[in-house]
């Protein structure tokens, strides 16, 4: 088919020549031979007047025009796929749709391990993938490249929709046998301790460590950091150290580990976790069923 002499369905190959910006690696996500990829290049070359892919090296570097093009593209073919592809009556116990989800460990334990158990009994041909946080999921969001992205919404994009999923507190967690710490811990003890603590991104900055500083002026003693909130317990016992832990995760961790669970120093906001979604997909009869599924699990954990 054709538009202004502009054959359709070039435009999912100039989606994926941009976006991976490899022949190679073009051809095998498209299914078609590197002869084939280099033809449909030569052919959006020639209507757009404009090279769109220079090689350097062994790399391909978009043109000004390319990088002008790389999003309308991806927002007409996912408006397409939402609106077109994907219309049909939507029936969630034989959907088989594929949802990619960028979340923490954190989310991933608490949040999506029920959310599994409920697609089971509710729609048991849809598969998920749980993707980790990273720097770009932003950029992957608004790509099309993933369904969800669920996090603290100071870190969201407001190019979206996104919608508060559930809220947690925080808690001080400790080897059991610690023998620097009683009962209780004061906010001298706390910032006497050394910290295990999770960070995020190239940054490496700990999560935690941004609104303690504001509020309170002082900084913790952290002596190990990790990218998996799962391995901070494990990473207690036996030390003298603290880590600052969200209660659902604390309290699952301590039926089965020498642990210790004691109320924090100070106030501190809680968690507050959101989804976000892609506008584009606001319609998608898949894609409404599976913000319903979230909520409803939200409220039951």
Partial sequence: MRFHHLDLNLLVALDTLLREQSITR?????????????????????????????SMGRKMIPTALAQDLADPVRLVLLDIQS?????????????????KIIASDFVTTAFLA????????????????????????????????????IMPGQYLSADHPKELLFEDQYDCVLWRDNPLVGKRLSL???LQLGHVAVSFGNARAP???????????????????????????????????????????????????PLKILKMPVSIPPLVEYMQWNSVMDKDPAHRWMRCAFREVAQQH
């Fill in 26 to 54: 073009a051809a095998e996500r498209l299914n078609i031979s590197q002869s084939a990829a280099s033809g449909h290049l030569a052919k959006l070359r020639e209507y757009f007047d404009d090279e769109l892919l220079v």
């Fill in 83 to 99: 609106k077109i592809v994907n219309r049909p009556a939507f029936d969630p116990g034989t959907c088989s749709r594929h949802f």
């Fill in 114 to 149: 029920p959310l599994t158990q409920y697609l089971q009994m509710h729609a048991p041909n849809i598969s998920l993938d749980i993707l980790p946080n990273g720097n770009h999921f932003n950029e992957l969001l608004s790509q099309g490249e993933v369904d969800f992205v």
């Fill in 188 to 190: 001298e003890q706390y």
């Fill in 207 to 257: 999560s935690f460590e941004e609104e303690f500083a504001r509020r309170f002026g002082k900084e913790r003693r952290v002596e190990v950091t990790t990218s998996n909130f799962n391995t901070l317990p494990h990473l207690l016992i036996g030390t003298h150290r603290v880590a600052i832990m969200q209660s659902r995760l604390s309290k699952l961790y301590a039926q089965f580990l």
